[in-house]
């Protein structure tokens, strides 16, 4: 039944010594091994008196019988010693007492009778203990939540538990156990019931803050600790109160007194010099609410808004349901739940006028306007000032985004963290996407070291990835996002944007498996990832030829045209809404889109990247509406920007205008393969597919046709593989891995392209895109990880 051991039955010449802590079951265990005595016995109850306990030891020793002795530590020293000198004549005795003596009489006495029998050291019941209290209390076969339930309650006590499992109604303080609990304290002095009463809260505080909290020594804590322990209050080998007796002396404490002490220990644990934290977690694991303890809370919040802004949002709640003013606690709930995607309503929200600023620029630009954002933050210094630049080269400002970057310059680097410099940086250097990324890349690298403590419209890695993109920079761009993702940067609403942009930068790499890997629904979706998420579905459709669905995913499409949420950073995401809007003859919807890029573009002084990009859809409309005129008039203009930009833009101007000649019917199959072989090289290989294909079905030349076909499925082959495969990093299509295995045979690309029957261009782009998927920054990484790829080796 007990952990401590089986019981013996003892014969007339037993003798046993009991021990164990008030409610251990001594007395039970007494009665047990009475009841199995083959003699008489003979009780004694101290304390008696010196009378009593003599005519007793003189007819247990006329009878032959057992003297059996309760709480003897509850005697005088002239019975210890008339019962240490019966023992010592050879009296057979059961005796019971607390672990701890006191009295030098009654050690002897112990001494004696152990050294004749046998100490029965009672510890707290197990699990199967307490089954045994519980059905003789007339619990008829408890479950196991229940006597777990109890066990936990009682720590093994058995009165304890056996007063549990009595009770009349579950969860609340038996009657028994309350009046035990009472007769306990009545004992005790009035520091030792206020030590009591702060151990009931069950904190686990040093026993420092316990004297703080009732205005005792340590001496006095200790030595009360040490009486609730004989009493039962506190189980053999813990330093803190049993739980259902804590909750019986609470029960007891009438509301006001109990926020008082409530109070008192917030106030002593707060002035300790504990940690803030842990301080918060202690007071509320008691369930304290009082002001003390709402600024506890609230400190707790603020400490963990950037670091854990699902946790601060619990604590700022906390705070408040413990009476903290409103206007304490709204800024920073708002910064946590920002973070989080949840929505605020900042309205009638007071506080420091730069961090509300912040917190409304990050909202807006989470429901992609950046707009308001700029304008939130127009006035606003550190860190607002670095912030603010972003926001207006997002809109096309970028004089505004270089006076707030020169700001950001000014102020001491103390003021301005380093992510958030190199960001405003970034910022001012829009009209030159080449110049820009390295400087995202650092703000990314500097917020993985040192997380700003600000809440951030975007992240630098999500900023980062999407200007990659526009450069065709793919493997940067997965790089930005993996890292982003990894250490967390911006909260959680952040880190699924993360997520959907790489599943966006996939798809437009032609890895739709990987793509479809990463839609996964995610809470508090915001509208900036509702239009990501709309350009997905619209993009995965029109890449699967699935016009079906494309209507099905038409109505997220329209939403999100319709918001009008338009800005620099997302033109390539609006291309995939506003072609799938000429596929499905819906352009009406999409004009208005158009013309405010046309005016972003204008305002930021036409720089050619960005007219570029928004030039390529109106080609890639033009190609859907099979607008002959309009594919011929705006190629001729991409031509001449393409010139002054990057790589990839001189090849979507060269693409734009072979597009031009196929709609017109002109079809040259060394210049439309190698126009498509450089989109597929700069990370565009469905688009760079699609035209051959179509040039390949309007040719009348049918060599060139099937010439052009092969090639064009070349240039689509995408990934394979799902189950377990689905969305890992270096997966090979077999394409590639054909690839991979003249590679390493030491083939040239142009011998690769003869066998294969692929130009050497596309044989570039197979290699390129194996290279971002095995993750290798050098020809030497690259050759290594063929090496070891399962499928290339196999």
């Known amino acids: 039944m007990q952990a401590q051991g089986r019981m013996t039955i003892p014969g007339a010449d037993a003798t046993t010594v009991v021990v164990g802590v008030d ?13 199995a005595l083959d003699c008489p016995a003979r009780w004694v109850t101290l304390p008696s008196s010196d009378a009593v306990l003599d005519l007793v030891l003189t007819e247990a020793r006329a009878e032959g019988a057992v003297v059996i002795v309760d709480d003897a530590h509850h005697g005088h020293p002239s019975s210890w010693r008339a019962l240490t000198a019966a023992a010592r004549v050879g009296q057979a005795m059961l005796i019971a007492r607390r672990p701890i003596v006191r009295a030098a009489e009654l050690a002897d006495l112990d001494q004696v009778v152990a050294a004749a029998g046998t100490v029965d050291q009672l510890g707290p019941l197990d699990a199967a203990g307490v089954a045994a209290v519980v059905a003789e209390a007339g619990l008829a076969e408890p479950d196991e939540a229940t006597i777990e339930e109890i066990l936990t309650a009682s720590r093994g006590m058995a009165a304890i538990a056996a007063s549990l499992a009595a009770a009349t109604s579950q969860g609340s303080v038996p009657a028994a156990l309350r009046a035990r609990v009472q007769r306990r304290l ?74 008082q002490l409530h109070d008192r220990v917030a106030t002593a644990l707060l002035g300790s010099g504990t940690d803030p934290l842990l301080a918060a977690v202690r007071l509320r694991r008691a369930g304290v609410r009082t002001p003390t303890a709402a600024v506890a809370y609230a400190h707790a919040a603020d400490h963990l808004r950037f670091r854990d802004p699902d946790a601060a949002v619990s604590w700022y709640d906390a705070a408040a349901e413990a009476g903290a003013p409103l206007a304490a606690v709204a800024v920073g709930r708002a910064e946590a739940a920002t973070q989080l995607g949840i929505p605020v309503d900042l309205t009638g929200v007071g506080g420091e006028p730069a961090r509300l600023a912040i917190v409304g620029a990050a909202i807006a630009a ?7 954002a700029a304008e ?19 809109t096309g400002h970028l004089e505004r985004a270089g006076d707030a970057a020169g700001r950001t310059r000014t102020e001491s680097s103390r003021r301005t963290p380093e992510a958030l410099a190199r960001l405003a940086e970034a910022a001012a250097s829009l009209a030159e996407p080449e110049a820009m990324l390295p400087l995202l890349i650092e703000s990314a690298e500097a917020a993985q070291r040192l997380p700003p403590d600000v809440v951030l419209p975007d992240s630098p890695h999500a900023l980062g990835a999407l200007v990659a993109g526009l450069t065709g920079d793919t493997s940067t761009a997965e790089r930005l996002l993996h890292a982003g993702m990894a250490a967390g940067v911006g909260g959680p609403v952040t880190i699924r944007r993360h997520q959907l942009l790489l599943a966006f930068t996939r798809m437009r790499t032609g890895r739709y498996d990987t793509a479809a890997a990463e839609l996964v629904p995610g809470p508090y979706p915001t509208a900036r990832d509702q239009l990501l998420t709309a350009a997905l579905t619209a993009g995965m459709a029109r ?21 009008r949420a338009v800005d620099l950073f997302v033109i390539e995401v609006l291309e995939e809404l506003v072609v799938a809007a000429a596929r499905l003859r819906r352009m009406v919807r999409a004009e208005p889109v158009m013309d405010v890029l046309d005016d972003l573009v204008a305002r930021a002084g036409h720089p050619p990247t960005w007219v570029v990009a928004v030039g390529w859809i109106r080609v890639q409309v033009a190609v859907a509406l099979e607008d002959t005129a309009t594919a011929a008039t705006v190629a001729g203009e ?10 990839r833009q001189r090849a979507q101007g060269a693409a734009a205008v072979a597009w031009a000649d196929v709609l017109a019917g002109t079809v040259d199959v060394d210049r439309v393969c190698s126009v498509a072989d450089d989109l597929a090289t700069h990370q565009l290989p469905w688009d760079a597919s699609r035209l051959v294909g179509q040039a ?12 052009m076909l092969e090639h064009a499925r070349g240039l689509s082959v995408t990934e394979v593989g799902g189950g377990e495969q689905r969305g890992r990093a270096g997966v090979l ?44 920054s050098s020809r030497a990484e690259f050759l290594a990880a063929l090496r070891e790829h399962p499928g290339v080796v196999g």
């Open 696 to 707: 390949a079905i309007r040719t009348t030349d049918a060599t060139a046709a099937r010439r």
């Open 366 to 372: 989470q429901q992609g306007r950046w707009d308001r």
């Open 733 to 776: 299509s077999d394409r590639e891995i054909v690839v991979g295995r003249m590679v390493l045979e030491g083939r040239t690309q142009r011998e690769i392209g003869s066998h294969l029957y692929l130009s050497p261009k596309t044989v570039e782009h197979h290699v390129a895109r194996m290279r971002t998927k095995l993750d290798a």
């Open 638 to 647: 991409l031509t001449r920007t393409a010139a002054l930009a990057g790589p």
């Open 23 to 35: 409610g251990a079951g001594r007395s039970r265990r007494l009665r047990d091994l009475a009841a």
């Open 543 to 563: 890449r699967s030829g699935d016009v079906a669905r494309m209507r099905e995913a038409w109505n997220g499409v329209e939403t999100q045209l319709a918001r």
């Open 186 to 259: 009545a004992g005790l002095p009035a520091d030792g019931v206020a030590v009591a009463q702060v151990l009931a809260l069950l904190l686990d505080v040093p026993d420092s803050v316990v004297a703080r909290a009732t205005g005792v020594t340590l001496a006095t804590v200790a030595d009360t600790s040490n009486v609730l322990q004989e009493l039962g209050m506190i189980a053999p080998g813990s330093a803190s109160l049993i739980p259902a007796v804590a909750a019986a002396i609470l029960a007891d404490l009438p509301v006001m007194v109990r926020r």
């Open 376 to 394: 939130a933050l127009a006035d606003v210094d550190h860190p607002g000032a670095a912030l603010a630049a972003v926001a207006w080269a997002a």
